[in-house]
């Protein structure tokens, strides 16, 4: 099986440090920085993960080739972000959709930053007839010829109206309550410690479409990839699972 996974990628950097006083020239906690660690983040997460899930896959990547990068300010002893701050936070947009290759799967991890429009996905899903996204845009009529759709309980709510007649297989993550498919929710088969939140909903869709091609299975995958986000989510920073 040959796959394409195509989206915005970025640098996702973590500072960690201490806060023991204020500043005196503004109320605001002074940041002592104490170690920093960097990872690949968004798309480049989603093929992270399946390339570490699925070693001897044929996987091909395509993405911006700006540098956009994402510094968090953690506080050290309760992980708790104080500030994140995002450089060079647009990329600009793909232009070569025509020469895409055959492939039996298409993966968009679309994270709103210009690398993909409203059309180069509709020309994706059309093209291609088996398609997976995760976007951060509005979702409409291009949308509407994707095989499935992975996206969060917050962003769901704001496209519920535009998604009734999306006809494919809509999965909604709502945290520790779950997942939602079919009219079903899928609770976790355990309760997580949450270190960090970042780049677990990556995580989770690279586990869905891993399981997915293997089975066939929508809730095998949903089960599957909820055990891959509860593993990213007790672990610091953005993180591959294994």
Same mark, same amino acid.
């Given at each position: 099986?040959?796959?394409?996974?195509?989206?915005?990628?970025? %640098? /996702?950097?973590?500072?960690?440090?201490?806060?023991?006083?204020?500043?005196?020239?503004?109320?605001?906690?002074?940041?002592?920085?104490?170690?920093?660690?960097?990872?690949?983040?968004?798309? !480049?997460?989603?093929?992270? =993960?399946? #390339?570490?899930?699925?070693?001897?896959? /044929?996987?091909?990547?395509?993405? =911006? +080739?700006?540098?956009?990068? !994402?510094?968090?300010?953690?506080?050290?002893?309760? *992980?708790?972000?104080?500030?994140?701050?995002?450089? *060079?936070?647009?990329?600009?947009?793909?232009?070569?959709?025509?020469?895409?290759?055959?492939?039996?799967?298409?993966?968009?991890?679309? $994270?709103?930053?210009?690398?993909?429009?409203?059309?180069?996905?509709?020309?994706?899903?059309? @093209? $291609?007839?088996?398609?997976? %996204?995760? +976007?951060?845009?509005?979702?409409?009529?291009?949308?509407?010829?994707?095989?499935?759709? #992975? %996206?969060?309980?917050?962003?769901?709510?704001? =496209?519920?109206?535009?998604?009734?007649?999306?006809?494919?297989?809509?999965?909604?993550?709502?945290?520790? @309550?779950?997942?939602?498919?079919? /009219?079903?929710?899928?609770?976790?088969?355990?309760?997580?410690?949450?270190?960090?939140?970042?780049?677990?909903?990556?995580?989770?869709?690279?586990?869905?479409?891993?399981?997915?091609?293997? +089975?066939?299975?929508?809730?095998?995958?949903?089960?599957?990839?909820? /055990?891959?986000?509860?593993?990213?989510?007790?672990?610091?920073?953005?993180?591959?699972?294994?």
């Amino acid at each position: 099986m040959k796959i394409l996974i195509i989206g915005d990628s970025c %640098i /996702d950097k973590f500072i960690y440090g201490e806060c023991n006083r204020i500043c005196p020239e503004a109320p605001v906690p002074v940041f002592n920085p104490i170690s920093s660690t960097k990872n690949e983040g968004m798309a !480049k997460n989603v093929f992270n =993960n399946l #390339k570490s899930l699925a070693p001897n896959w /044929d996987i091909d990547f395509i993405t =911006n +080739s700006n540098q956009i990068i !994402k510094t968090r300010l953690v506080d050290i002893k309760t *992980n708790q972000m104080i500030v994140r701050i995002d450089d *060079n936070d647009k990329c600009n947009r793909f232009t070569d959709l025509n020469k895409l290759e055959e492939y039996d799967a298409v993966i968009i991890s679309d $994270y709103n930053k210009g690398f993909l429009k409203e059309e180069d996905i509709k020309y994706i899903t059309e @093209k $291609y007839p088996l398609t997976f %996204i995760d +976007s951060k845009k509005i979702f409409g009529e291009w949308v509407m010829k994707s095989s499935f759709i #992975k %996206i969060n309980q917050p962003e769901y709510e704001k =496209n519920k109206e535009n998604l009734i007649n999306y006809k494919g297989q809509l999965i909604v993550t709502l945290g520790e @309550k779950g997942v939602k498919w079919n /009219d079903i929710t899928y609770p976790p088969s355990r309760q997580a410690e949450v270190s960090d939140l970042s780049g677990a909903g990556d995580t989770f869709f690279a586990g869905l479409i891993y399981e997915y091609l293997k +089975s066939k299975s929508i809730t095998k995958s949903i089960t599957f990839a909820q /055990d891959c986000a509860l593993k990213a989510v007790e672990k610091k920073g953005v993180v591959v699972i294994k």
